[in-house]
Protein backbone atom coordinates (compact mmCIF):
# COMPACT_ATOMS: atom_id res chain seq x y z
CA UNK A 1 0.00 0.00 0.00
CA UNK A 2 1.25 3.21 -1.18
CA UNK A 3 2.40 5.48 2.11
CA UNK A 4 0.49 8.63 2.69
CA UNK A 5 2.30 12.00 3.16
CA UNK A 6 1.36 15.02 4.12
CA UNK A 7 3.41 18.52 3.46
CA UNK A 8 2.36 21.05 6.14
CA UNK A 9 3.64 24.56 5.93
CA UNK A 10 4.88 26.47 9.46
CA UNK A 11 4.65 23.27 11.81
CA UNK A 12 7.78 24.53 13.90
CA UNK A 13 5.13 25.09 16.22
CA UNK A 14 1.84 26.03 17.26
CA UNK A 15 -1.41 24.50 15.28
CA UNK A 16 1.27 23.37 12.51
CA UNK A 17 2.75 21.54 14.79
CA UNK A 18 -0.16 19.96 16.82
CA UNK A 19 -1.55 18.72 13.11
CA UNK A 20 1.67 16.75 12.34
CA UNK A 21 1.79 14.96 15.57
CA UNK A 22 -2.31 14.67 14.68
CA UNK A 23 -1.56 12.84 11.30
CA UNK A 24 2.02 11.33 12.89
CA UNK A 25 -0.33 9.20 15.20
CA UNK A 26 -3.05 8.12 12.50
CA UNK A 27 -0.12 6.69 10.44
CA UNK A 28 0.69 9.89 7.59
CA UNK A 29 4.18 10.76 7.14
CA UNK A 30 5.08 14.77 7.25
CA UNK A 31 7.25 17.26 5.10
CA UNK A 32 7.12 20.16 6.73
CA UNK A 33 8.37 23.36 6.73
CA UNK A 34 9.60 25.96 9.19
CA UNK A 35 10.87 29.68 9.14
CA UNK A 36 13.05 30.65 12.22
CA UNK A 37 12.79 28.02 14.71
CA UNK A 38 15.30 25.13 13.61
CA UNK A 39 16.20 23.35 16.79
CA UNK A 40 12.17 23.47 17.10
CA UNK A 41 11.79 22.11 13.65
CA UNK A 42 14.43 19.15 14.62
CA UNK A 43 12.63 18.18 17.83
CA UNK A 44 9.60 17.69 16.04
CA UNK A 45 11.02 15.70 13.66
CA UNK A 46 12.25 13.27 16.44
CA UNK A 47 8.74 13.82 18.02
CA UNK A 48 7.39 11.73 15.00
CA UNK A 49 9.91 9.86 14.15
CA UNK A 50 9.48 8.50 17.88
CA UNK A 51 5.82 7.75 16.86
CA UNK A 52 7.05 5.58 13.90
CA UNK A 53 6.75 7.76 11.05
CA UNK A 54 8.74 9.49 8.30
CA UNK A 55 9.38 13.29 8.70
CA UNK A 56 11.14 15.84 6.94
CA UNK A 57 11.97 19.54 7.75
CA UNK A 58 12.57 22.20 5.53
CA UNK A 59 13.79 25.72 5.80
CA UNK A 60 10.79 28.16 3.95
CA UNK A 61 9.75 31.71 4.10
CA UNK A 62 6.20 31.97 2.47
CA UNK A 63 6.36 35.26 2.04
CA UNK A 64 9.23 34.82 -0.70
CA UNK A 65 7.50 33.66 -3.62
CA UNK A 66 10.95 33.43 -5.65
CA UNK A 67 12.07 30.61 -3.69
CA UNK A 68 9.09 28.10 -4.24
CA UNK A 69 10.92 27.17 -7.85
CA UNK A 70 13.77 25.49 -5.88
CA UNK A 71 11.70 24.22 -2.72
CA UNK A 72 9.25 22.31 -5.11
CA UNK A 73 12.20 21.01 -6.74
CA UNK A 74 13.81 20.04 -3.42
CA UNK A 75 10.40 18.45 -2.35
CA UNK A 76 10.25 16.50 -5.51
CA UNK A 77 14.10 14.79 -4.94
CA UNK A 78 13.28 14.24 -1.25
CA UNK A 79 9.92 12.36 -2.80
CA UNK A 80 11.35 9.95 -4.60
CA UNK A 81 14.63 9.18 -2.13
CA UNK A 82 12.60 8.89 1.07
CA UNK A 83 9.30 7.60 -0.42
CA UNK A 84 10.02 6.38 -3.90
CA UNK A 85 7.10 8.30 -4.67
CA UNK A 86 6.25 11.10 -7.30
CA UNK A 87 3.80 12.97 -5.04
CA UNK A 88 2.94 13.40 -1.92
CA UNK A 89 -1.23 13.42 -0.81
CA UNK A 90 -2.25 16.63 1.62
CA UNK A 91 -0.95 20.08 1.41
CA UNK A 92 -1.73 21.99 4.43
CA UNK A 93 -0.96 25.60 4.44
CA UNK A 94 -0.89 26.74 8.09
CA UNK A 95 2.03 29.53 7.80
CA UNK A 96 1.14 32.88 9.44
CA UNK A 97 1.89 35.58 11.50
CA UNK A 98 -0.55 37.93 13.14
CA UNK A 99 -0.38 41.60 13.32
CA UNK A 100 -2.45 43.77 15.25
CA UNK A 101 -2.95 47.25 13.97
CA UNK A 102 -5.67 49.47 13.66
CA UNK A 103 -7.07 50.12 10.75
CA UNK A 104 -5.80 53.81 10.53
CA UNK A 105 -2.31 52.68 11.65
CA UNK A 106 -1.83 50.01 9.51
CA UNK A 107 1.19 50.69 7.19
CA UNK A 108 1.70 49.73 3.64
CA UNK A 109 4.94 47.65 5.24
CA UNK A 110 2.77 45.67 7.12
CA UNK A 111 0.15 45.52 4.65
CA UNK A 112 2.62 43.87 2.57
CA UNK A 113 4.06 41.80 5.16
CA UNK A 114 0.80 40.32 5.80
CA UNK A 115 0.09 39.98 2.09
CA UNK A 116 3.10 38.27 1.11
CA UNK A 117 2.83 35.80 3.13
CA UNK A 118 -1.21 35.16 3.59
CA UNK A 119 -2.36 35.25 0.20
CA UNK A 120 0.85 35.15 -2.53
CA UNK A 121 2.75 32.88 -0.72
CA UNK A 122 -0.39 30.45 -0.50
CA UNK A 123 -1.22 31.59 -4.12
CA UNK A 124 2.15 30.62 -5.44
CA UNK A 125 2.80 28.05 -3.25
CA UNK A 126 0.12 25.56 -3.84
CA UNK A 127 0.85 26.47 -8.06
CA UNK A 128 4.09 25.40 -7.81
CA UNK A 129 3.21 22.43 -5.98
CA UNK A 130 0.04 21.51 -8.01
CA UNK A 131 2.28 18.84 -9.85
CA UNK A 132 3.70 17.19 -6.85
CA UNK A 133 -0.03 16.58 -5.48
CA UNK A 134 -1.63 13.23 -5.93
CA UNK A 135 -5.10 12.60 -7.83
CA UNK A 136 -7.80 12.68 -4.94
CA UNK A 137 -5.33 14.73 -3.22
CA UNK A 138 -6.62 17.26 -0.42
CA UNK A 139 -5.48 20.71 0.58
CA UNK A 140 -6.85 22.32 3.78
CA UNK A 141 -6.09 26.39 3.68
CA UNK A 142 -5.81 27.86 7.46
CA UNK A 143 -8.46 30.92 7.65
CA UNK A 144 -9.44 32.55 10.96
CA UNK A 145 -12.87 33.31 12.75
CA UNK A 146 -12.27 36.75 11.83
CA UNK A 147 -13.72 36.21 8.49
CA UNK A 148 -17.15 36.00 9.94
CA UNK A 149 -16.92 38.11 13.00
CA UNK A 150 -14.41 41.72 13.96
CA UNK A 151 -12.82 42.47 16.23
CA UNK A 152 -10.93 46.03 16.17
CA UNK A 153 -6.94 45.44 15.05
CA UNK A 154 -7.41 42.96 12.51
CA UNK A 155 -8.48 44.89 9.64
CA UNK A 156 -5.70 43.82 7.11
CA UNK A 157 -4.63 40.33 8.37
CA UNK A 158 -8.84 38.99 8.20
CA UNK A 159 -8.83 40.99 4.72
CA UNK A 160 -6.08 38.44 3.74
CA UNK A 161 -7.63 35.43 4.86
CA UNK A 162 -10.77 36.18 3.33
CA UNK A 163 -9.16 36.09 0.30
CA UNK A 164 -7.56 32.61 1.12
CA UNK A 165 -11.11 31.51 1.91
CA UNK A 166 -12.28 32.63 -2.10
CA UNK A 167 -9.20 31.63 -3.43
CA UNK A 168 -10.09 27.93 -1.62
CA UNK A 169 -13.49 28.06 -3.62
CA UNK A 170 -11.96 28.57 -6.65
CA UNK A 171 -8.97 26.28 -6.38
CA UNK A 172 -11.97 23.48 -4.86
CA UNK A 173 -13.82 24.40 -8.59
CA UNK A 174 -10.23 23.92 -10.59
CA UNK A 175 -8.99 20.46 -8.86
CA UNK A 176 -12.40 18.79 -8.68
CA UNK A 177 -11.29 16.93 -12.52
CA UNK A 178 -8.12 15.56 -10.34
CA UNK A 179 -10.47 14.48 -7.62
CA UNK A 180 -8.50 16.98 -5.75
CA UNK A 181 -10.52 18.48 -2.43
CA UNK A 182 -10.11 22.13 -0.97
CA UNK A 183 -11.32 23.25 2.05
CA UNK A 184 -10.82 25.53 5.00
CA UNK A 185 -10.11 25.37 8.28
CA UNK A 186 -10.63 28.49 10.19
CA UNK A 187 -9.52 28.53 14.04
CA UNK A 188 -10.96 30.75 16.63
CA UNK A 189 -8.66 32.18 19.18
CA UNK A 190 -6.24 29.79 19.85
CA UNK A 191 -3.32 29.64 22.67
CA UNK A 192 -0.07 29.44 20.36
CA UNK A 193 2.88 32.07 19.73
CA UNK A 194 0.56 33.72 17.34
CA UNK A 195 0.65 37.81 17.40
CA UNK A 196 2.84 37.13 20.39
CA UNK A 197 0.65 34.89 22.19
CA UNK A 198 -1.46 37.46 23.67
CA UNK A 199 -4.46 35.05 23.53
CA UNK A 200 -2.52 32.93 25.80
CA UNK A 201 -0.52 35.11 28.05
CA UNK A 202 -2.80 38.31 28.19
CA UNK A 203 -5.55 37.34 31.08
CA UNK A 204 -7.36 40.10 29.91
CA UNK A 205 -8.09 38.98 26.23
CA UNK A 206 -8.46 35.62 27.43
CA UNK A 207 -11.53 35.96 29.66
CA UNK A 208 -12.91 38.44 26.90
CA UNK A 209 -12.66 35.09 24.44
CA UNK A 210 -13.66 32.64 26.77
CA UNK A 211 -17.22 35.08 27.68
CA UNK A 212 -17.43 35.17 24.23
CA UNK A 213 -17.02 31.55 23.59
CA UNK A 214 -20.27 28.90 23.53
CA UNK A 215 -17.83 26.24 25.63
CA UNK A 216 -16.24 28.74 28.09
CA UNK A 217 -12.37 29.02 27.48
CA UNK A 218 -9.89 29.76 24.88
CA UNK A 219 -8.86 27.23 22.39
CA UNK A 220 -6.05 25.03 22.60
CA UNK A 221 -3.60 23.23 19.74
CA UNK A 222 -5.55 20.22 20.90
CA UNK A 223 -8.46 21.48 19.61
CA UNK A 224 -7.12 21.97 15.71
CA UNK A 225 -4.89 19.11 15.06
CA UNK A 226 -7.46 16.67 15.06
CA UNK A 227 -10.15 18.57 13.06
CA UNK A 228 -7.78 18.54 10.22
CA UNK A 229 -6.55 15.55 10.52
CA UNK A 230 -10.62 14.70 10.43
CA UNK A 231 -11.05 16.55 7.46
CA UNK A 232 -7.91 14.08 6.34
CA UNK A 233 -9.50 11.06 6.55
CA UNK A 234 -11.56 9.14 4.09
CA UNK A 235 -14.85 9.34 6.06
CA UNK A 236 -14.86 13.05 5.04
CA UNK A 237 -13.87 12.51 1.24
CA UNK A 238 -17.02 14.38 0.25
CA UNK A 239 -16.66 17.52 2.32
CA UNK A 240 -15.46 20.10 -0.66
CA UNK A 241 -14.87 23.88 -0.77
CA UNK A 242 -16.12 24.70 2.19
CA UNK A 243 -15.18 27.07 5.16
CA UNK A 244 -14.90 24.60 8.57
CA UNK A 245 -14.86 26.83 11.44
CA UNK A 246 -13.48 25.13 14.79
CA UNK A 247 -13.88 27.76 17.53
CA UNK A 248 -15.76 25.99 20.46
CA UNK A 249 -18.61 29.03 19.37
CA UNK A 250 -17.00 32.17 19.39
CA UNK A 251 -19.34 34.78 18.86
CA UNK A 252 -22.51 33.11 17.79
N1 LIG B 1 -3.49 31.05 17.12
C1 LIG B 1 -4.62 31.62 16.75
O1 LIG B 1 -5.36 32.21 17.57
C2 LIG B 1 -5.07 31.51 15.33
C3 LIG B 1 -6.44 31.73 15.07
C4 LIG B 1 -6.89 31.64 13.76
C5 LIG B 1 -6.00 31.35 12.75
N2 LIG B 1 -4.67 31.15 13.01
C6 LIG B 1 -3.81 30.84 11.88
O2 LIG B 1 -3.22 29.57 12.12
C7 LIG B 1 -1.96 29.49 11.47
C8 LIG B 1 -0.90 29.02 12.46
O3 LIG B 1 -0.83 29.93 13.53
P1 LIG B 1 -0.23 29.52 14.96
O4 LIG B 1 -1.20 29.99 15.97
O5 LIG B 1 0.19 28.11 14.96
O6 LIG B 1 1.04 30.49 15.01
P2 LIG B 1 2.51 30.27 15.63
O7 LIG B 1 2.44 29.39 16.84
O8 LIG B 1 3.08 31.64 15.77
O9 LIG B 1 3.28 29.46 14.49
C9 LIG B 1 3.47 30.06 13.24
C10 LIG B 1 4.17 29.11 12.32
O10 LIG B 1 4.31 29.76 11.04
C11 LIG B 1 5.69 29.82 10.71
N3 LIG B 1 5.98 31.08 9.99
C12 LIG B 1 5.87 32.34 10.45
N4 LIG B 1 6.25 33.23 9.50
C13 LIG B 1 6.59 32.49 8.41
C14 LIG B 1 7.09 32.80 7.12
N5 LIG B 1 7.32 34.05 6.72
N6 LIG B 1 7.32 31.77 6.27
C15 LIG B 1 7.11 30.50 6.65
N7 LIG B 1 6.67 30.14 7.85
C16 LIG B 1 6.42 31.13 8.72
C17 LIG B 1 6.45 29.71 12.00
O11 LIG B 1 7.76 29.23 11.75
P3 LIG B 1 8.97 29.41 12.86
O12 LIG B 1 8.47 28.77 14.13
O13 LIG B 1 10.12 28.66 12.27
O14 LIG B 1 9.21 30.85 13.00
C18 LIG B 1 5.57 28.73 12.78
O15 LIG B 1 5.85 27.42 12.41
C19 LIG B 1 -1.70 30.87 10.87
O16 LIG B 1 -2.03 30.87 9.50
C20 LIG B 1 -2.64 31.77 11.64
O17 LIG B 1 -3.01 32.89 10.88
C21 LIG B 1 -4.20 31.22 14.29
Known sequence: MTQTIALITGAS??????????LA?????????????????A???AEIQALGRKAIALQLDVAQSE?????????????RTHWQR??????????????NAPFAETSEAQF?????????????LTQ????????????????????????????AYAAMKGAVEVLSKYLAKELGPRGITVNVLAPGAIETDFGGGAVRDNEHINQFIAQQTALGRVGVPDDIGGVIAALLSEESRWINGQRIEASGGMFL
Not at 86 to 99: K, S, W, Y
Open 13 to 22: RGLGKNTALK
Open 25 to 41: QRGIDVIFTYHSQADEA
Open 43 to 45: ALV
Open 67 to 79: QFAAFGAQVQSLL
Open 86 to 99: EQFDFLINNAGIGI
Open 112 to 124: DQLMNLHVKGVFF
Open 128 to 155: TLLPLIADQGRIINISTGLTRFALPGFA
